[in-house]
């Protein structure tokens, strides 16, 4: 039998743990580091142009969204930016390294994105906002809003803005 304040705890550490790690993903573009403009020629480097653009979009999602789905407010909304900002990165980044983060791969990227998906699907607890205010877009609703909105986000900003630099054949 599965308790329900345990089911609720644990939901809240997972989205906790997993949104504010999101959200200070973004914060390190914006504050440390290159900050956005770096983050914008390293955009422009993998082909995510124009990159200082999209420095601020993936940084501003990772912040809003990690800290919405900390809060489990609006959850599967932040689940699928969540998801989107993750397929584009495990494209752009991790794609040819193979799968193990070890090797540059696109694990972390897997990880993020079916916790978020995860968490969407069978909702954020009785300890969230979702709850406060009794928005119940969970079950197949929200892995619909997660997982295929997420995607498809991912997919279509791919499809859109990545050109790569092509490599002169020898």
Known sequence: MIETEAVNL??????VAVGLTFAGHGYGKFFQGGKIEGTGRWFDSMGMRPGKMHALLAASTEVGA???FALG???PLAAMAMVAVMV???WTV???NGFFIVGEGWEYTFIVAV????VATIGPGELSIDNAIDL???GWTGLVISALGGVAAGVGQLAIFYRPN????A
């Open 166 to 169: 092509s490599v002169p054949s």
């Open 94 to 96: 991790h794609r040819e």
């Open 10 to 15: 644990g939901v809240l550490i997972l989205r």
């Open 88 to 90: 584009v990165a495990g």
């Open 73 to 75: 407010f609006l959850t």
């Open 115 to 118: 916790i978020a998906i995860g």
């Open 66 to 68: 990690g800290l919405l």
């Open 136 to 138: 119940k877009l969970i």
